[in-house]
């Protein structure tokens, strides 16, 4: 029996509740809080097994699903708030159970580390697997929701036309397109919105004078679409993805092919099985697009996208547990993504990695700070290659 | 085992093949051997709740027992006592 040198320990004593201590698993992404009694018995347990006698044992139980608010909301996944803490006084047995529930003590390094492969199914609760198998199997068993729907609604209002200002979503990838399409979108351009889902950034990009094609494999997200487009925005159903699935579309016909939030699927998919060949996409998109037009994709990032955010409010900090090789992400990292479309034929020209409006400072400051540093999207803009 | 007829009847409508006759059926590891899919399982989940008016907690459905043919029968049992009380 070992504490696993993935646990940290961060303090979190107050005033009015003193001796108290995060442990976090940041690779388990589990924790437990502790009082300097459970802190000095894991650091004696090693030399000493009968370390720090039979208790009582003050800890906190601290750790729950925080992406239930949203992709972006705070993925640390323990209570901020210590007044919601739940405090458990227990004898050593029991204090150990818990502390082995939550992955700050293992009994046996193997077993621990398998842990770290995909979940084998829905109930698999001993491999943690990847974020969408974690949110799905916390939708589908804790919750009982649609996981589909829960990741329309944590992005977009409730009539699914505008996205929802009270989410980093809001605050920097829509206030970030908002500036972006003043900047390139004018008058008389053709744009190719890929994934377009309820068009909300469709009708963004049409509403600065360009003529849109929106292109969606959803008919209830086109439905709406088409609801409510503006003028020079229209919408089509179309797979993306698969052979011969844009054929509708004329070849060198777009001046830009936006696609935000949808290449990530295409190297860790949302479900297994899912039948999309992001080589298949990148020579549509080629053949798509005018000579001198640009591919502009805007992405979650890979490096700091769904890790937690540690330290103080405004001078926050991050534990980087994985890049290159995700066992829990779900996003390329940078190279695995450039070389995909570089290799498909293309340059890149530009790339933006995108903050936070200022007025999310009110909202969410802990986000706001976290993210005003440590980016959670960018934008690459790729142009084709010519030979 | 009151609640046999009940699971046998549903995996008789939605697995991709039977379970075995008798006592057999009841170690059968119905995820594990693709009996059912995580779909089937959300489906599987809800009719037996909606049949017997219980409800499973998260616990219950990530034990163990929740995920031979056997263990989910005796869970059925005792939940369905513990809701009759």
New interface residues.
Partial sequence: MFVPKDVIFLPESTASHPDRWVAMNVFARTSLGLSSGVFRLLGEMASDPEAGGEGPFRCWRIEYFSNEAGLLADPSRFRRNTEDWEELNLNRTELVAELKKHCILVDDEVVYLDRFKPK??????VHFGNFHQQH?QHM???RRKDPADWWMRQKFSEDQLSVRPDTLYGAIQSKFLERYAEERISNGMTVVDLGCGTGVYSNLMASRGAAVLGIDPSEEYLAVARANAVQGARFENMKIGEAGALDDVPSASADIVFMSDALLFYFVPFYPGQNADIRILLKDIRRILKPGGSFVSLEPHGAFYLMPWLGAIDRPFVVITEYLRKSFGIVPPLSGLIQQVTQAGFVVTDMREIVPADYFKEIDPRGYYFASEFPLWHLLEFRPFAH | MKHEQLVRDFFSQNAKSPLPEGEEALDVHY??DGLI??FG??TM?ADFESALGVAFT?ED??SYE??TVGGLIGLLDRLAISSAN
């Fill in positions: 084998r199914h829905l109930l698999d609760s799905g589908a068993l804790t | 995820l594990d899919d995580s399982i959300v989940i998260a459905m990530q929740f995920q």
